[in-house]
């Protein structure tokens, strides 16, 4: 199995930016442990990180034409207004899971609110780097549900 992980806008900050709701943990750590959790799961992961939402739109255009089973995907402050991102990842035929590090429920009202929910899989939040990890796993649970005709996408 082949999983692409998408971090949106200023989650290259990680590490830095506001600790109180994201922690310590840097984009580079939470991406090597996705890489060891996916070995341990027997799947392969990639990462990719952009501040540019056109190019954003642009991965998720290439991963339609590759062979990847499932995306996770944290687009940051994109998650409550883009639908150029939203358009993109509904043109993949296979899982997608939105992630968030933070509880956006418990947060400021704008961050209630997903355009891209609609389009995935599912969601999860809350639980820090965890929610990653726990996006991973839901990802691969999915994309073997669907490769087994259990579920459509």
Known sequence: ?????????NLNMFGRR???HYGSATLAQIDDALVTLGKE???TVESFQTNHE???VER?????DED???VVVNAGAWTHYSHAIADALA???I???EVHMSNVHARENFRHHSVLSSVCTGSICGFGPSSYLLGLRAALDAAEACAAGKVRI
């Open 68 to 70: 990847v089973q499932a």
């Open 41 to 43: 799961l027997g799947a």
């Open 60 to 64: 998720i255009h290439k991963a339609a």
């Open 18 to 20: 506001d600790p109180a």
């Open 91 to 93: 043109i993949l035929e």
């Open 1 to 9: 199995m082949r999983i692409l992980v998408l971090h949106g806008v």
């Open 95 to 97: 899982p997608v899971v």
């Open 54 to 56: 056109g190019v954003m």
